[in-house]
């Protein structure tokens, strides 16, 4: 009863003298651990993908979630920690997203067509999931050394699963095909970065007219 007295002798005081009570921050709603782990990494690639994961600790990323600091405190440890797991998920989407955009070797397509079909099918992948991938890229340019090693490996094995479509073609005639997958990774990337940086200047459509190059890569050119 003495609680309820004081907070409306408070509430009178406050509209008499034009002074309002501090609004009391919102609790969390309440989650399963599963689902808060989410959120919370959700937070954090929105932190990577828009200011740069320099920028992620346990503050960003509750504020970024609408979240108090003890909500994340009870799911990981510290900024390592979220970025650790952050990875961990990202990796895992992104690859599902890049195999995904392989296209079927059906019989009778030219293999500098297939390599232009992936080129084109990525770009619309990078725009439909722009802060994961904004995010991986980040990542690949701004992490520590553990970090860098996985994420060559990751690299490595993307322009791996190149390499295996130009060499498994029927009709693969690739000189190199090891440096000609890494080439073609390695404009995939820089395209993407273009794309998610500067899509005023460099539209998804505008690098899709440029696939020639791509075909060339591999010894060929797009059909007409």
């Known amino acids: 009863m003495a609680g309820r007295v004081k907070t409306v002798i408070d509430d009178v005081t406050a509209e008499a003298t034009g002074r309002r009570r501090p609004a009391k921050r919102p609790y969390a709603a309440r989650m399963t651990p599963a689902d808060r782990r989410e959120q919370l990494l959700d937070a954090v690639l929105r932190v990577i993908a828009t200011r740069g994961v320099g920028k992620v600790s346990i503050d960003a990323v509750a504020k970024e979630a609408g ?4 909500v994340v405190y009870k799911l990981f440890d510290d900024s390592n920690a979220l970025l650790r797991a952050s990875l961990v998920r990202e990796e895992r989407r992104a ?3 890049y195999l995904a955009a392989f296209p079927s070797a059906a019989a009778g397509r030219a293999l500098p067509e297939l390599v232009a079909e992936l080129y ?3 770009l619309l992948t990078f725009e ?3 802060d994961l991938w904004r995010a991986v890229f980040e990542l690949s340019d701004s992490t520590t050394t553990v970090f860098r090693a996985r994420l060559e490996r990751g690299r490595a094995a993307a322009a791996g699963r190149i390499e295996r ?3 498994e073609h029927p009709d693969a005639d690739v000189e190199d095909p090891s440096l000609a997958a890494r080439m073609v990774f390695a404009v995939i990337v820089e395209s993407g970065r273009l794309l998610l940086a500067e899509d005023d200047r460099y539209p998804r459509e505008r690098l899709i007219a440029s696939a020639d190059r791509i075909a ?4 060929g050119t797009t059909p007409a």
């Open 67 to 70: 979240v108090t600091r003890p």
């Open 95 to 97: 690859t599902e997203q």
């Open 120 to 122: 084109a099918g990525l």
């Open 128 to 130: 439909r999931s722009p």
């Open 165 to 167: 479509m130009l060499t």
């Open 216 to 219: 060339a890569l591999v010894g």
